[in-house]
């Protein structure tokens, strides 16, 4: 899981950020699916969608989305 970060931070240094954001977003809805149904006692999952959270506002910056799109996310979520 780790790794898979570790890819979209890499492609946030080069990829068209509007994109990756859509990206991020389902990276982190499907860990957050994924820690309510496993065994996190390690934190590894947890760790990892910290990550995502991190990288995502990274990204939201630099994609700059509209704010009814971003609450409406942040409300998903």
């Not at 890819?7 to 859509?22: F, K, V």
């Not at 990276?27 to 999952?45: C, K, M, N, T």
């Amino acid at each position: 899981m780790h790794e898979a970060v570790e890819l979209l931070r890499d492609a946030a240094e080069s990829t068209a950020p509007t994109g990756l954001l859509a990206v991020v977003e389902k990276a982190v809805a499907s860990a957050v699916r994924v820690v309510l149904r496993a065994d996190d006692s390690s934190g590894i999952i947890g760790d990892a969608i910290r990550e995502l959270l991190k990288l995502h506002t990274q990204v939201v910056s630099k994609a700059r989305p509209s704010a009814s799109k971003l609450v409406a996310w942040m409300i998903k979520f």
